[in-house]
Structures are given as structure tokens and as C-alpha cells.
């Protein structure tokens, strides 16, 4: 069944005006800056996890950090371990879970280690929010827990030290859909504004690589960390880097330098090792002659992970047929599906059927589950409302995972079912492409004028600020080609007919996203 093509009448404007209106896109987006980001001092708890982080640093106690083992996570790791450093400490250490080895969430060998090694302080980044019998237990052996966090939260939160969590109901940071780098950045401002001293500037770059692998929505602040860091491309210095230059494009604008981002949040994402090191981390942390070495590692890791997704799409797509319901669960019985890809499956299911999509995958007794989702449901709600058959749950709301035992599977479908029947309309309504402004054949004037003066201005582009989607009307393949340049039109348009086509911008080309034949009506 085609997608349903969303879009306005009103295209009497220039194709900027037109994106504005349909995307309700005010002066104040365009122009956002840094000096528009909110008072940090809103967070709830930030300046209470600021005062008992530097008293244990001038004691010189003991401070662990717990991270994640995504990009989102190992950058959040390194700009508190750095900056724990640069203020005195000598006395941190990190732990970051690998998933090859671990499933979700603090486990009691790592809790127990916390006790006997008689640790004062533990901080967790991009996490924890879900840890209410672990955080209990060591706050009960006498360790103050801070967590840092910014995914959902659940009815209560975990009775910690202090939770810094934009997701908080009676959290008055403005907004609420930060990265978790993002999150201890802001707490690293909050210590550095308590102390009086600078932080690096360098580590708004990472918060920046963090932010974009993280996937989180391109708006407000998350845009203007990004817009910041594409803007002042040359004003960093960071040592990784500079080794990692040789392996860049030239950052000549907007597009280029974003690759160039994507380009990093890929090689840091390949750093968990089968021994339970995490190389990208220790990239982060290590002398330049080691950052060399351990970049080769990683870009070979990154070359090896593109070939097991490859091999997992032809996989999925030769052995999957379209589900008969409005919802999908795969069990990946036969171990085809890496536990590190287990996101991506479900992800590249979701895109291909349009509709909500678990992977599972049994490990040690228990499975794994991750969730995606289409724009419009709510994984985090789904899980909620089935959460007496999971072990643990915790993400976002088209993102999310879990932990469930093999007996309450069955359970878990029949009420995971309910719920999105529940929620038919909203899935029905995301299966949309939307258009941001329409013109036809005869007026590519107004496109040439958009992408010479005001594309850029949106930039840049990313998860809830895609790049625009143009119908152009009545192309002529035949008559039109030479007209504007398209990819991927292979065997999809016949020389001699009219059509309509959905198509976006990249790079000096335009990609063809769906096509109707001119007598289709729209």
C-alpha cells in the first residue's frame, strides 16, 4: 500500500516560506544561538550533584562514573572523567558495561565491587533512571549516588543523592529532549560556574558527536549545540581530533563538517571489544602516538560492523514477508542477529512495514528486547502498560529496550497487542510522507533561489528537523532530465510519462523519494 502524501495548498511562496509555514518554523528557530540555551541552574538537583561532587573531589574520596556503552554514553564518560581530572581529582575511575557481554542496567558483581572497594561517590551518565534496587543498595552501604540521565521517567525515581534528569516532572529546565551528554555537560558548566574556572572548550565538540548519535530531535538546544560546533569548526583544538584529521573531508560548509560528525559518531560507536574493553573511551583518554593506533582499530571495527549489516539487512529482508498484524515480534532463534544490532533490526523492520517492531534475543537465560517505533506511538507507554511482565525496561519513546524472562514472553505479546490496538489511528496516521513546499516544473527558478540563499538556514539537518521534502509536479523524465539532476530513478520512471515526485536535496543532486504518475490523485 503507498505512503498517504501529506502536504499544503499554500505554495504561492518562496520555497522557504513555504517550509516555515508547514513546519511552523518561527525567526527564533533560524537564528537560534548559544546565548538562547536556558539557565542551567534549572535543572532540578544540578547545583545539589555540583556541591557533593567537588566536596568529594577537595577530599580527595573515591569516584566512580558509570557509563553506557553508545557513543551518547562513552562521551558523556569522557567529559566528566577529563574535567574530574583538570579540577584536582586523582582518585576517579570509570566503568562502562559492554553489551556483548552485559545486558541492560547495573548488575550485583559491579554493586558488590562498589562496596568492597569502599567507594564514596558514584556518578552515572546517560543512565540510571531505571536503577531503583541497585541505587538503593549502595546508597544503604553509605555511597552517595548522583545520577545523570535523560531518558523517560518512570512513575518514581530512584531515591538517589541527587537525579539530573530534564524528564523530571518537577524538573523546570525548559526543554526536555537532551542527550545525556548533553546532561553531565551541563553539570560540568554547573561545577566549573561553583568553582570559578573554565571547563575545555573542546568538550562542546563531543557534546556535539554525542548529541548526534544519540539521535535525539535536531530543535532547540540540541540544534544550537550542533549549529555552535559547525559555526566554530576551526576554533577546536582537541588532540583526538587532530589525529583523526587525515581520515576527514574537507570541512568546507554545513553538510560537509555534519559528515564529518556522522563520520566520528560511527567509528566511536565499533569500541566495545569482546574482552570488555571500550576503545572508544580509551581513544578519548589516550597519548596521541595511542589515539593513532587505536583509530586504525576502529575504523578496521567500523568496516567489519558495515559488512555484518549488510549481511543482517539481506537477512531480514529475504527472510521476513509483511506481517499480518500491526505489530511485529521477531525472536532471533536461529542467532543470526549480534546483540549490538539487535537496535538496528528492529529499526530497519520498522522502516519497512511502518509499524512498531520488537527484537528478541536469549542470553544467559534472559531475553533482550528492543523496541522501535514509527513517529506518533510510544514505546516507553507500550512497555509501561505491559511493565508486570519485564524484567526491566527504559529508553524513549520510538527507541526503547528491555529485559524479560522466557515464561512471560507469551504474556508480554498478548498485552503489548492490546495496547497498540488500543493505538491503530496512530500508527495508520505516521504511515504519511510529509512535504515541506511544492512547486512544479516551471518554477525552479524558486529552487534555485531557496538552495543559493536560504538553505543553509535551516541547517543543520538531523531527527526533528529533517531535510526538506519538495513535490515537484508534472516532471517529464524525457523532457525534464537535464532540468534537475536525480538519483536512485532506476527503472522507477518511464521516459514518456508524466509524473509527481517527492524529492530532497543532498549535495548538488536530489534524491527521489516517491513518485505517482500524473493522473494519480493526490
Avoid at 115 to 136: A, C, L, N, P, W
Wanted: charged share 25%; net charge negative.
Amino acid at each position: 500500500m503507498p505512503l498517504k502524501w501529506s502536504y499544503s495548498e499554500y505554495n504561492n511562496g518562496s520555497i522557504l516560506d513555504q517550509i516555515k509555514q508547514n513546519r511552523k518554523i518561527s525567526d527564533s528557530f533560524i537564528n537560534a544561538s548559544i546565548e538562547d540555551i536556558p539557565d542551567i541552574s534549572l535543572f532540578k538537583d544540578i547545583k545539589l550533584a555540583s556541591g557533593r561532587i567537588i566536596e568529594a573531589v577537595q577530599s580527595k574520596e573515591k569516584i566512580m562514573i558509570f557509563g553506557h556503552d553508545d557513543v551518547d554514553g562513552v562521551t558523556s564518560a569522557y567529559i566528566l572523567f577529563d574535567f574530574l581530572e583538570n579540577i584536582g581529582s586523582q582518585n576517579h575511575f570509570y566503568y562502562i558495561p559492554n553489551r556483548l557481554l552485559e545486558s541492560h542496567g547495573m548488575k550485583d558483581d559491579f554493586v558488590n565491587m562498589l562496596i568492597e572497594e569502599e567507594f564514596d561517590v558514584i556518578i552515572t551518565v546517560d543512565g540510571g533512571i531505571s536503577e531503583f534496587e541497585q541505587t538503593k543498595k549502595i546508597m544503604d552501604a553509605g555511597i552517595d549516588v548522583i545520577i545523570t540521565d535523560h531518558h523517560l521517567v518512570q512513575e518514581k525515581i530512584p531515591e538517589a543523592f541527587a537525579v539530573v534528569n530534564p524528564k523530571q516532572a518537577d524538573c523546570d529546565y525548559p526543554f526536555k529532549m537532551l542527550a545525556g551528554v548533553a546532561v553531565t555537560y551541563f553539570l560540568v558548566q554547573q561545577i566549573a560556574l561553583d568553582l570559578n574556572c573554565e571547563i575545555d572548550t573542546n568538550y562542546m565538540f563531543w557534546t556535539a558527536v554525542g548529541t548526534l548519535a544519540d539521535k535525539v530531535p535536531l530543535i532547540g538546544v540540541n540544534r544550537i549545540i550542533i549549529k555552535d560546533v559547525l559555526e566554530k569548526w576551526f576554533s577546536f583544538d582537541d588532540l583526538t581530533i587532530e589525529t583523526m584529521k587525515p581520515y576527514f573531508v574537507a570541512p568546507h560548509n554545513f553538510e560537509k563538517r555534519m559528515s564529518i560528525l556522522k563520520f566520528i559518531t560511527k567509528i566511536l560507536s565499533n569500541g566495545r571489544m569482546p574482552a570488555g574493553e571500550n576503545l572508544a573511551l580509551s581513544c578519548l583518554l589516550v597519548s596521541r602516538k595511542e589515539k593513532e593506533v587505536i583509530i586504525k582499530k576502529l575504523i578496521a571495527e567500523q568496516r567489519d560492523h558495515e559488512y555484518k549489516l549488510r549481511k543482517v539487512s539481506s537477512y531480514l529482508n529475504s527472510s521476513i514477508t509483511r506481517p499480518t498484524l500491526n505489530w511485529f515480534f521477531f525472536k532471533d532463534s536461529e542467532n543470526k542477529i549480534e546483540i549490538n544490532l539487535m537496535g538496528f533490526s528492529a529499526s530497519l523492520l520498522t522502516k519497512k512495514f511502518m509499524i512498531p517492531v520488537v527484537v528478541l534475543k536469549e542470553r544467559s537465560g534472559v531475553f533482550s528486547g528492543e523496541g522501535r517505533c514509527m513517529e506518533g506511538f510510544d514505546l516507553m507507554e507500550a512497555f509501561t502498560f505491559c511493565r508486570e511482565h519485564l524484567i526491566q525496561f527504559g529508553g524513549h519513546k520510538k527507541a526503547a529496550g528491555f529485559t524479560i524472562l522466557p515464561g512471560e514472553i507469551e504474556n508480554f505479546q498478548k498485552k503489548f497487542s492490546i495496547y497498540v490496538n488500543k493505538h491503530k489511528q496512530e500508527i495508520e496516521f505516521s504511515r504519511k510522507i510529509s512535504v515541506d513546499a511544492v512547486f512544479s516544473i516551471d518554477e525552479l527558478d524558486k529552487l534555485d533561489d531557496y538552495l543559493q540563499t536560504d538553505y543553509y538556514l535551516l541547517q543543520p539537518f538531523g531527527q526533528g528537523n529533517s531535510n526538506p521534502k519538495f513535490l515537484l509536479k508534472n516532471y517529464h523524465p524525457k523532457r525534464d532530465a537535464d532540468k534537475i539532476k536525480l538519483k536512485k530513478t532506476e527503472n522507477k520512471l518511464e521516459s514518456d510519462k508524466v509524473y509527481n515526485l517527492i524529492v530532497s536535496h543532498e549535495g548538488s543532486s536530489f534524491n527521489l523519494v516517491d513518485h505517482r504518475n500524473i493522473n494519480y490523485l493526490l
